[in-house]
């Protein structure tokens, strides 16, 4: 793999850096294979699915009913299987702001069920869907740069893909997920650690990419890697000004730690898809979008 240039270190945003000329290849790593392989029991799952219909489908680890959540008491934090995967999420309950949040950004374990490359590779020429993510063109930076999936966070997708994984995994589901707003990510955020470090993936400790979550200490509520390791998109626009430009929070790998607090904010920037060969840029993917991604919310149904 071709080194990738170091990073600017961010401390409002960043020039993006740039690995292209990397070819995927489905071999080339035992954990890619084992993403295929869970795409594609999902493909077959998701067929029988819906031949039966979805209501009451929905596998769940440990999720409470709608029925076990009396106004008396907090409803419970909970694991939920993805429905045709053996791939689970954690959801943890932010009493102080009434719903639930995941304990960890999206994994590509979690994300990529949800673009089903092979069912892509089926479709008539031409017919690119419009609800799951194309696969990235071969001469853009890979979508995992080459990092690992797993349990690595997604990286690199539009706020639009982040929004449409939310519907998908609600049909998955049964349960309402979306992103959550600014005011929401700053209540589950809470105030600063006390060592950084201790808490947050930067450009000073991360090796310059992302790394698996859930390896620094939660904060208050429970939750890993609010700060750093990505920029996590929000429902709000950065400003007033541009009501479609996306707003991310909390600093990223990319960050350099005086920047990694829980008031860092973010805009999305356009150059981050200049390198897409599409006309204008694809909806999915950011190709300088290494340092963007997300985690879910959930409010009680």
Not at 140 to 149: A, C, E, H, K, L
Not at 163 to 169: A, D, H, Q, S
Not at 195 to 220: C, F, I, R
Request: aromatic content about 10%.
């Amino acid at each position: 793999m071709t080194p990738l240039t170091p990073p600017r270190q961010e401390l409002g945003f960043p020039l993006a850096s740039r690995s292209l000329g990397h070819q995927w290849t489905r071999s080339s790593r035992p954990d890619r294979v084992r993403a295929m392989s869970q795409r594609a029991c999902f493909l077959s799952c998701a067929v029988l699915g819906l031949a039966t219909g979805l209501a009451g489908c929905g596998e769940h680890d440990g999720s409470p009913s709608d029925a076990a959540f009396p106004g008396s008491g907090d409803p419970a934090s909970y694991a939920e299987k993805i429905r045709g995967t053996e791939v689970s999420f954690e959801m943890v309950w932010v009493a102080d702001g009434g719903f639930w949040i995941g304990r960890t950004e999206v994994t590509w374990d979690a994300y990529l069920p949800y673009c089903d490359f092979e069912e892509e590779e089926k479709a008539p020429p031409g017919a690119d869907a419009v609800t799951k993510p194309s696969k990235p063109q071969d001469d853009v930076t890979p979508y995992d740069r080459d990092w690992g999936v797993g349990l690595r966070p997604a990286v690199g997708m539009s706020r639009n893909a982040a929004k449409k994984y939310c519907e998908w995994l609600s049909l998955n589901t049964g349960h309402t997920y979306r992103l959550p707003t600014e005011e929401e990510w700053t209540l589950a955020c809470g105030a600063a650690p006390d060592d950084l470090d201790d808490h947050a993936w930067h450009y000073e400790n991360a090796s310059q990419m992302t790394q698996e979550v859930g390896q620094k200490k939660p904060n208050a509520h429970g939750l890993h890697d609010m700060l750093g390791n990505l920029w996590e998109y929000c429902l709000d626009p950065f400003d007033a000004k541009d009501p479609k430009r996306a707003v991310m929070r909390g600093g990223s790998w990319r960050t350099k730690a005086e920047g990694v607090t829980p008031q860092a904010r973010l805009g999305f920037e356009e150059a981050w898809t200049m390198a897409d060969p599409n006309v204008p840029p694809g909806v999915w993917w950011v190709p300088d979008g290494n340092h963007l991604g997300f985690r879910i919310l959930r409010v009680p149904d």
